[in-house]
């Protein structure tokens, strides 16, 4: 890497904790299986443990809180999650509340997924004027997606415009406090916890122990 190139990724990671560029970020795990059939079997299973959203608080370890709840604010054990529900996520070590809503949902033979996107807090929880309730913007996206390839399981994370949430009436009042956790909570775990939890969905835990 050249001197202008650093020079390029300092600034583009100095805009980047002002609020002013994007990111983008992939975390994926994947497991081989002898056959398709055990690959399509464990698949399904992967499937279910992708749409279980409440189950992933259960993960070993430094992990986040994810609660689901239905599009109404209430809180929901239903296994799949619905486009307009939504996620409340708590990072470890931290109470406050992160809320994303589920804007799309993909469910095929071989492929399983579910976009969210940074929200308010349901409006039936608060009597406020709410603002994004997330350290990043309202226009980033997270896709948890599970897939088989032949005898092969992959699970991702998918991060797409992963921008602060600390300009303007988005951020209200958390705008530093965005800034902190993007920067320095979640900066710290997020290839922790997706790998953690990519890793969940393809069954690597459960092969490690067998």
Do not use: C
């Not at 409440?54 to 993960?59: D, H, Q, R």
């Amino acid at each position: 890497m050249g001197l202008k190139d650093i020079v390029n990724k300092v600034m583009h990671e100095v805009k980047a904790a002002q609020g002013e560029e994007t990111k983008d970020k992939l975390y994926t795990n994947e497991q081989e299986y002898p056959d398709e059939t055990s690959a399509a079997v464990a698949f399904e299973q992967s499937r279910k443990k992708l749409f279980d959203v409440n189950s992933w608080t259960n993960l070993k370890g430094i992990n986040s809180t994810f609660t689901l709840y239905d599009s109404r604010g209430r809180q929901s054990a239903a296994i799949s999650p619905q486009i307009a529900n939504y996620i409340k996520i708590i990072l470890p070590g931290a109470a406050v509340e992160n809320w994303v809503q589920v804007a799309g949902i993909r469910s095929e033979k071989d492929l399983a997924e579910f976009t969210v996107h940074p929200s308010q807090k349901p409006a039936e929880l608060t009597d406020e004027q709410e603002v994004v309730k997330h350290f990043f913007v309202k226009e980033a996206s997270s896709t948890f997606r599970v897939e088989r390839q032949g005898t092969r399981l992959i699970a991702s994370e998918i991060g797409k415009n992963e921008a602060i949430n600390n300009q303007g009436e988005e951020a209200g009042n958390r705008a530093l406090l965005n800034t902190l956790i993007a920067e320095g909570g979640w900066a710290g775990v997020q290839a922790l916890q997706w790998n953690k939890l990519t890793a969940y969905l393809v069954h690597l835990e459960e092969a490690k122990e067998s």
